[in-house]
Nanobody, 115 residues
Framework: QVQLVESGGGLVQAGGSLRLSCAASGSILMFNVMGWYRQAPGKERELVAR???????NYADSVKGRFTLSSDTTKNTIDLQMSSLKPEDTAVYYCNTYYGPRDYWGQGTQVTVSS
């Protein structure tokens, strides 16, 4: 059983920064893919950033150049550094991994960007 716990959300003004962290219950080295998704009110959950083992990190077009995904294998965490935040980035952010044969999700962390 995999557990993912997010932290770091909050309220920030437009143009500000936040860093989200996702802690996994086991070694992230056993995962082939990990990433962050978000869901805004009334919208479907969408991919924000994701790395797959052996490939480059994939970012949504809307966050390219502003968000950076990183991982720390000693802490078993993946972080999402968010800069130049916009009101449209407001959403609940979820950490995700796929570990055969199912998806695992964290509980989500709220990010609110005020204009």
């Amino acid at each position: 059983q995999v557990q993912l716990v997010e932290s770091g959300g909050g309220l920030v003004q437009a143009g500000g920064s936040l860093r989200l962290s996702c802690a996994a219950s086991g070694s992230i080295l056993m995962f082939n893919v990990m990433g962050w998704y978000r869901q805004a009110p009334g919208k479907e959950r969408e991919l924000v950033a994701r790395w797959s083992k052996g490939t480059a990190t994939n970012y949504a077009d809307s966050v390219k150049g502003r968000f950076t995904l990183s991982s720390d294998t000693t802490k078993n965490t993946i972080d999402l550094q968010m800069s130049s935040l916009k009101p449209e980035d407001t959403a609940v952010y979820y950490c995700n991994t796929y570990y055969g044969p199912r998806d695992y999700w964290g509980q989500g962390t709220q990010v609110t960007v005020s204009s």
